[in-house]
């Protein structure tokens, strides 16, 4: 790449923010449905870590599958490829 | 310099092959395809080192340019019609973020119903995004212009994206002769890329998001200030082009036989020509009108056209796009302009034509000027708008 100069511009303020820890990313109230894991018919396969589009799973080989629920959307996807259905979706609201 | 029998979309991929921008994104529509499969031959074949990302949208299309541009790469996209209102939401990120970028228009009517012929309307819903919007006459403008947007999208005092528009067909798929400038020449003047920041990951900084309610209208009001600023940048940008490469048009406008003109007609894009035309054929016949030819439609040339119309006796507007319920846009700017001096208001008239790609032609246009300069010869008041229909 050719070289880029960076100059102020000479009117305006710049849409620019410096990041900070916030509430950014935590589901809050909207989750109509969680996963909750079946330990004991977990393979410790990996497929809902992979596939999680959050990132909020990971599976240990000692204790199975723990699930971070701050972030968790609840969108399903663990169950859906969990090959021993381990991963069964339940309503918030119980 | 070499000349070249061009297309106008061609013509506009010569442009951004002499510029070399490190990212171009597109996706095909008609008429803007052929722009965009020109520059892939020139990736192609090795004449151009760009990375060219083909992607799966209009919408994605500017965004990846939006995020080549954030992170310091010139970039370009070309869409059309349809493709330009899927990507409208990015539009308005890209000229809010005070990214310098070009993009070009190759306009077509606005479906449905279905219509690949053009119109102005899908250039003109872009109108409050915060971007520059200049549009061609010929096929050597389209060129000019899209060397000259880079240099203007990237001049500190604007730092706003800007979008070339020429219709499709009529100049898009038309052939004329180009002269291309030289390549290293076109390099140099542009120089190196200017931006206000880059995100390349030194520091830790966020584009775009929440600002309260007093710092989001600083952000905006910096964007009206800047495009007054782009006024005299276009023309200075216009006048270094013309010492470098021989030619230049102007500025905002392109004022034709309208010096000494006691009417004058106001247009925009290729039928322009016509119009000229129109007007050479009525001068001979006594009738003392020019034709004042916008450029540039953002930021809006108010003072030219206070200093021409404002002079007039009568101002007759051709829109080529219609706010719907309204007025032609020209014209709306034009009057909203005008009365800024309203003890000197000339007789005025809006004809909406050409809409949906209907054929206006030089005889079309001798008609409608005579009989707008007969009516207030005579102390008629004109017709305040018209939709000028073919059949």
């Known amino acids: ?57 990971r599976v240990e080989p000692e204790t199975g599958v723990s699930i971070d629920y701050e972030y968790c959307k609840g969108c399903g996807v663990c169950a859906d490829v969990c ?7 339940v309503p918030e609201a119980g | 310099m070499v000349r070249k029998a061009l297309t106008g979309n061609h013509a506009i991929s010569y442009a951004v092959k002499l510029v070399k921008p490190e990212v171009i994104a597109a996706y095909p529509i008609t008429p803007q395809t052929s722009i965009v499969e020109k520059l892939s031959e020139m990736v192609e074949s090795g004449e151009l080192d760009s990375t060219m990302i083909r992607v799966e949208s209009e919408h994605s299309a500017l965004a990846a340019c939006y995020g080549a ?7 370009f996209t070309a ?29 077509r009517t606005i479906n449905a119903p279905w219509n690949i012929w053009p119109d102005h309307s899908d250039f003109m819903d872009q109108r409050d995004a915060g971007w520059i919007m200049a549009y061609a006459m010929d096929n ?45 020449l076109v390099r140099e003047w542009l120089g190196p890329r200017r931006q206000p920041y880059v995100v390349d990951g030194s520091s830790p900084i966020g584009v775009g998001g929440l600002t309260m309610p007093e710092e989001t209208e600083d952000i905006f009001h910096g964007i009206q200030e800047s495009m007054e600023s782009a006024k005299r940048v276009i023309e200075r940008v216009d006048r270094e082009y013309g010492r470098m490469f021989g030619r230049s048009y102007g500025g905002l406008t392109q004022c034709y036989r309208c010096e000494d003109a006691d009417y004058l007609a106001v247009s925009m894009g290729a039928w322009s020509g016509d119009l000229m035309e129109a007007v050479n054929k009525l001068r001979e016949e ?46 709306a700017d034009l009057v909203a302009s005008l009365a800024e001096r309203p003890e000197k208001l000339p007789a005025l008239s809006n004809i909406v034509a050409g809409i949906a790609g209907v054929n206006i032609t030089s005889e079309d246009f001798e008609k409608l000027v005579k009989r707008f300069i007969e009516s207030v010869e005579k102390g008629e008041k004109p017709v305040y708008f018209e939709w000028f229909r073919k059949r």
């Not at chain 1, 989750?31 to 396969?45: A, F, L, S, W």
Request: charged share 20%; proline share 7%.
């Open chain 2, 79 to 107: 869409t059309s019609s349809q493709g330009l209102l899927y990507m409208h939401e990015v539009v308005h990120w890209v000229s809010r973020a005070r990214i310098p970028m070009v993009m070009a228009v190759v306009s």
């Open chain 1, 83 to 89: 090959p021993m259905r381990a991963i069964s979706m």
């Open chain 2, 286 to 331: 006594g009738y003392r009108v020019g034709v004042l030819r916008l450029r540039f439609y953002r930021p809006f040339p108010r003072e030219d056209l206070l200093e021409h119309a404002g002079r007039s006796k009568g101002v007759v507007v051709f829109d080529r796009a219609v706010s719907f319920g309204a007025w032609g846009p020209i014209f």
């Open chain 2, 69 to 75: 541009a954030l992170a310091g790469a010139r970039a």
């Open chain 2, 140 to 184: 050597q403008e389209a060129l000019d212009l899209t060397i000259q947007a880079f240099k203007i999208s990237e001049d500190p005092e604007v730092y706003l994206p800007v979008m070339v528009g020429i219709e499709g067909f009529i100049l898009g798929h038309t052939t004329m002769p180009v002269e291309i400038p030289d390549e290293e």
């Open chain 1, 1 to 57: 790449m050719d070289r880029v100069e960076v100059v102020k511009p000479v009117h305006g303020r710049l849409p620019l923010t410096t990041p900070s820890k916030g509430v950014a990313g935590k589901t809050g109230l909207w989750r109509t449905e969680r996963p909750v894991v079946d330990n004991g018919k977990c393979t410790r396969c990996f497929q809902c870590e992979i596939y999680c589009p959050v990132n909020v799973i």
